[in-house]
């Protein structure tokens, strides 16, 4: 994965930073993440890539954005994988994530960030909700577009951002701690699921988690896109410029 900054300049130049944690398995992370991780050097944050939640304990930046898939795999003990990808986050990524959150700086989770740091309860009540094992399930990723519902009146990340078709997938029944209100939702089997929220803790520190983001063809559909920039904007507590109603 790439790395596009040197965190010192943009420290003296002033300029917000992102941290983006990628990687993992069962994804095509690398691909995915250089797409998000160009989405949010777009929008003029200096953006650092690392693929190790290990490097978690050094975050200073003014965004963490995780689009990855590192888990304790203890779901699964017999997985001949584990020992290659199972991973528990450490006191001191703990530490650095709860004072980001006590600064009042950001979160975006991408996708499977919510699988992630199933052995940190915190992550769960930071988010709002994360995968369950044994209860959390998706229809079979076929490649066969998905309807997205958008609400535009509920936030101005979603103003004016119309319903959408994207090839993805669609996580079900989550494990939620909060009650939340969906900014953009789809329906398997009759039945709704939230896809996108946004929340704003105690510290003041605003979370967005986007459910969508299974691969690169998902980061770069125009709508996704827009929704992703939106984001950045809004957890850095920037005033959205919308770029017009963005379409399938």
């Given at each position: 994965m790439e790395a596009h900054l040197d965190v010192s300049l943009a420290a003296f130049l002033g300029e917000p930073r992102a941290l983006v944690l990628g990687g993992g398995r069962t994804h095509p992370f690398e691909q995915g993440c250089d797409e998000l991780a160009a989405i949010v050097a777009g929008t003029g944050v200096e953006v650092e890539v690392i693929d190790d939640p290990g490097e978690l304990g050094r975050l200073d930046h003014?965004?963490?954005v995780v689009d990855a898939m590192w888990w304790s795999?203890?779901?699964r003990p017999d997985d001949p994988h584990c020992g290659e990808w199972a991973r528990r986050i450490d006191d001191l990524a703990r530490r650095a994530i709860e004072d980001h959150v006590r600064l009042g700086r950001g979160i975006l989770a991408v996708h499977t960030a919510v699988v992630c740091f199933d052995?940190?309860?915190v992550w769960g009540e930071l988010l709002g909700g994360t995968w369950s094992w044994g209860r959390s399930w998706h229809p079979p990723f076929t490649g066969v577009p998905v309807h997205v519902s958008v609400a535009t009146d509920r936030h101005e990340i979603v103003r004016g951002l119309g319903d959408f078709d994207i090839v993805d997938e669609v996580y079900c029944d989550l494990g939620f701690v909060v009650d939340v209100e969906p900014l953009a939702w789809a329906a398997v089997d009759g039945v709704e699921h939230p896809l996108v929220w946004a929340r704003e803790l105690d510290s003041g520190s605003r979370v967005v988690v986007d459910l969508l983001g299974h691969d690169h063809r998902s980061m770069?559909?125009?709508?996704?896109?827009?929704?992703?920039?939106?984001?950045v904007a809004w957890l850095l507590d920037r005033d959205i410029v919308q770029d017009g109603e963005a379409a399938a």
């Open positions: 003014e965004l963490l795999m203890v779901d052995d940190w309860p770069t559909h125009l709508a996704h896109h827009e929704l992703l920039r939106r984001s």
